[in-house]
């Protein structure tokens, strides 16, 4: 199975901040990488698919970028309903496999 | 409004099964694979299986974690999908989401899926 790996795996930043989650897998996955949010007690939401097209309804601030088996969900300037905890998941091999999650609280 | 909803959660015993059922509305449900996922309170998620449209022939696959005791079928004239899960283990205690899978591609069969649409997702206690 492929692994994920998401860095950090907690965050504390401030609304307004530009901030940065890194998923990192552990083969070839192309361009096969997607970014959920998820609020507490609430299912997660997908914000980001194929690493960097934005789905629908998800505000323009959200941007995800690829570099080989690197890939970065970038938040230009938080905004409080942001807080939530962050996962990355590949779909490029079966099983798909979700990273562990990164959490962003409010500093 | 595109949803999906999922029902029969509950309490069990170890080694008892239950069915997870998934009601969608608001789309095509004969155009989508769907898949479960889940979830152990306070940890992340873990894929639990596909199903695929019947035009791919309606087959699945299943996480090898539960390959063997859940079982994944859909009707797509009701639009609903299930999750029969047997032979339950404590292990199986989680929060099961519903999802429908979108193509990120040319075409998808095994891979290349997001997962566009969620549902609140049920509750499964596995437990004496």
């Known amino acids: 199975d492929i692994q994920m790996t998401q860095s950090p795996s907690s965050l504390s930043a401030s609304v307004g901040d530009r901030v940065t989650i890194t998923c990192r897998a552990s083969?070839?996955?192309?361009?096969?990488l997607n970014w959920y949010q998820q609020k507490p007690g609430k299912a997660p939401d997908l914000l980001i698919y194929?690493?960097?097209s934005l789905q629908s309804g998800v505000p323009s601030r959200f941007s995800g970028s690829r570099s080989g088996t690197d890939f970065t969900l970038t938040i230009s300037s938080l905004q409080p309903e942001d807080f939530a905890t962050y996962y990355c998941?590949?779909?490029?091999?079966?099983?798909?496999?979700f990273g562990q999650g990164t959490r962003l609280e409010i500093k | 409004e595109v949803q999906v909803v999922e029902s029969g959660g509950g309490l069990v015993q170890p080694g008892r099964s239950l069915r997870l059922t998934c009601t969608i509305s608001?789309?095509?449900?004969?155009?989508?694979?769907m898949s479960w996922v889940r979830q152990v309170p306070g940890k992340g998620l873990e894929w639990i299986g596909l199903l695929r449209s019947e035009s791919f022939g309606g087959t699945t696959e299943h996480a090898a974690s539960v390959n063997g005791r859940f079982t994944m079928s859909r009707d797509d004239s009701k639009g609903v999908a299930y999750l029969q899960m047997n032979s339950l283990k404590t292990e199986d205690t989680g929060v099961y989401y519903c999802t429908r899978l979108n193509c990120s591609s040319i075409s998808c069969y095994t891979t290349y899926y997001y997962m566009d649409v969620w549902g609140k997702g049920t509750t499964v206690t596995v437990s004496s």
């Open positions: 194929a690493a960097s």
């Open positions: 083969q070839k996955i192309s361009k096969y």
């Open positions: 608001g789309f095509t449900f004969g155009d989508y694979a």
């Open positions: 998941q590949q779909s490029y091999s079966s099983p798909p496999t």
